[in-house]
């Protein structure tokens, strides 16, 4: 009886071994995508407005664009020669320049035209 329970215990003990490794895994593999990858459009940065739209700002053939996507529509926000700086606030020209577009965007969003 008691080898048993041993056998048991040691078979619950490697399934969560298992699993467990398993788990780990699937994080790690998450966002590595197998095949193709693009030589031309790098996508830099993401943020989400709502559950199906949301705001995307990515790299193609050494420009860079801000872009709104939505359920229904993509519409190109802007396009910058040089990459946006990562600042604090909304003191540089660039800062103040997104957030106009952003709210253009999310006007247009709101009210349905395109």
């Known amino acids: 009886m008691a080898n048993y329970f041993w056998q048991f215990a040691w078979s619950f003990f490697l399934l969560i071994i298992i699993l467990g490794g398993l788990f780990f895994l699937a994080r790690y593999f998450k966002n590595f995508r ?20 949301g705001l995307i700002l990515f790299k193609a053939n050494g420009k860079y664009y801000l872009a709104g996507y939505g359920e229904q529509m993509i519409s190109l926000i802007d396009r910058f020669e040089t990459p946006p ?21 999310v006007g247009k969003v709101k009210s349905g035209s395109k």
């Open 85 to 105: 700086a990562e600042l604090a606030g909304f003191s540089s020209e660039l800062d103040l320049k997104l957030n106009q577009k952003f709210n253009e965007f």
């Open 34 to 53: 197998f095949g193709f990858k693009s030589r031309y459009l790098e996508v830099l940065d993401r943020m989400a407005l709502t559950p199906k739209s």
